[in-house]
């Protein structure tokens, strides 16, 4: 492991231990009261939702140009990443929406289009466990679409009437709020550069140990 | 090289794996008969299953022509690619010097036709069972209609050529196919639902049909530049 982990694990560890103080601490809001207090886990692990298959997708289109292995080891980490990610939001928006919105679920463009990214990240996962030989280019493939659908998570909202909250609410939160959130998306955001350090690690070990068994059938 | 007299190379190899195609169809008319009966029995099994009272779910003929479509479809591009696996011609394709992305367009060409065709029987047998009226917007419907078609098949070909040497390539189509259309398949049921409004509204309708035409656009670019990617070895 690189040098810089284990102390950012630490920091990372306690960032998770402090943030459900801050989280207290906040005010309540005016309409919901504490109910939209899973917000500020909720929002952080849907932004690295977004962010897992735009690696993903970067990586490997990366991949399909250059054909380096590390590409398609990364894409590979962002896409598991894009299913745990995409398990915590939809797992925390529905317990928010139950109490909110009274439902657990509304079919609207913004729930639609995230429900649709998790399962592309899932096919990807699918794909590379049982499509056999060459199913890394094909994956990559796979996975450009499934890129290609993050703007349109992002935007629906803003464009569809849906009784999910917009994406210029967040600049305006007040300072008591602002702050929690913010320190929940580095909590977040760090976990997932800790989770994808430690997955391309175990790719790189499980790469080097074909390659001794390959060297020592020769 | 044999064609339509004038064409650019580019367009010339399009048109002829395209009419490679449509001819080993009309010999063996193999895929049409299946996928027509296939989507056929789809509507079926829908009628029995949605009908109550001899009535059909308000909007529900709109969900079940697209359901039959996506189902024949999946049909359509696996046994399409079936046909290139048998005796290795994709690999012979690949290796003609035609320049790949004529390959996917020919090849997304034939499958668009494939499912044209389906959808010409497919439609009035909706409108039939169902008692929807969507020939009053006529071209409204085909817009939509071969749009989303499009947008199905731009997918479907990219996935069903990459899986042509895959395993458990059966299964993987749909798992691959069905998450990534879910966009255009919910433009194409809004969109003919929108048809069947009791009071017409042309602004709803051409929203869909524009959104569906975005969808087309993103998918083919895309799938051009990634069939070229994929199918490089």
Known sequence: ?218 | MSGVPGATPFARSVWLILRKDLTVEVRSREIAYTTLFFAASCVLIFAFALVREGRAPEGGAAGILWIAVLFAGTLALGRAFERERQSETLRALLLSPMPRPAIYLGKLLGIVALLAGTELVLVPLVVLLFSARLFAHPFWLLGIVITATVGIAAVGTLFAAMLVRARSRDVLLPVLLYPVVVPVIIAGVQGTAALLQPVFEPALVRFWLLLLVTFDIVFVVLALWTFEAVMSD
């Open chain 1, 1 to 218: 492991m690189p040098k810089w982990f284990t102390p950012a694990a630490i920091l990372c560890g306690l960032m998770f231990v402090i943030s459900p103080v801050l989280i207290a601490r906040a005010p309540d809001e005016s309409s919901m009261g504490m109910v939209y207090k899973i917000y500020y886990y909720h929002m952080p692990s849907a932004w690295m939702f977004l962010l897992a298959p735009l690696v993903c997708g970067v990586s490997s289109a990366l991949f399909l140009a250059r054909g380096r292995a590390e590409d398609d080891r990364r894409a590979w980490s962002a896409a598991e990443l894009t299913v745990l990610f995409g398990a915590l939001t939809l797992i925390t928006g529905p317990l928010w929406a139950r109490r909110a919105w009274g439902t657990w679920w509304v079919w609207d463009a913004r729930l639609t289009s995230s429900l649709v990214g998790w399962m592309i990240g899932w096919a990807y996962l699918i794909l590379r466990r049982y499509g056999g030989p060459g199913s890394d280019k094909l994956a990559a493939g796979v996975a450009l679409f499934g890129a290609v659908n993050v703007p349109f998570i992002f935007i629906s909202v803003n464009y569809w009437r849906t009784i999910h909250p917009p994406t210029t609410v967040v600049p305006k939160l007040p300072v008591d709020m602002g702050v929690p959130l913010w320190f929940c998306v580095f909590a977040f955001l760090l976990l997932f550069v800790l989770l994808m350090t430690m997955r391309l690690r175990l790719e790189e070990a499980r790469t080097r140990l074909d390659a001794l068994y390959v060297a020592l059938d020769e």
